[in-house]
């Protein structure tokens, strides 16, 4: 069984590709929340409204940083998403926190994003261009077959 920590992007549906994808394998998924309204409001749902926003966010991000946390930590394997739109520090964060507990780390992203993630693929382990490549990876980490 692997456990595989899905980061990053949340606007578009690449999760639900993975999972799809690579049903029938003996994986478990975690991920960050990716409802973004309940994501960025936890902390002051949960610890107390804000007036400041920058208080609010960090409160959030706090909380946040508990489920990423523990998603990392428990995970053998961690893809990193960083999608078309947003600076995705975020995601970055992950990445480097992964790759600083020495999880095997795959990162997914578009060609155009190489030279700016240069550093963060230099510490992945595969750089993927498509869902179907992690599915493709999972699948020869698993059994050791190679896509048809």
């Known amino acids: 069984m692997l456990n595989v920590y899905l980061s990053g992007e949340i606007h578009t549906d690449w999760r ?3 999972i799809a994808g690579a049903e029938g394998l003996e994986v478990s998924y975690s991920a960050p929340v ?3 309204a309940a994501s960025d409001d936890c902390g002051v749902t949960i610890l107390g409204e804000e007036t400041d926003k920058y208080w609010h966010d960090h409160k959030g991000a706090m909380v946040n940083a508990i489920r990423t946390r523990k998603g990392i930590a428990d995970a053998d394997i961690v893809v990193v998403r ?3 739109k947003y600076k995705q520090w975020n995601a970055a964060f992950d990445a480097g926190f992964a790759s600083a507990l020495g999880k095997s780390l795959i ?3 578009p060609p155009e994003h190489d030279h700016a993630l240069k550093e963060v693929d230099a510490a992945a382990l595969a750089v993927a261009r498509e869902p179907g490549q992690v ?3 999972l699948r020869y980490v698993l059994d050791g077959t190679l896509p048809a």
């Open 16 to 18: 639900e590709q993975i």
């Open 34 to 36: 990716t409802d973004h």
């Open 82 to 84: 960083f999608g078309d």
């Open 107 to 109: 990162i997914l992203q």
């Open 135 to 137: 599915v493709d990876i």
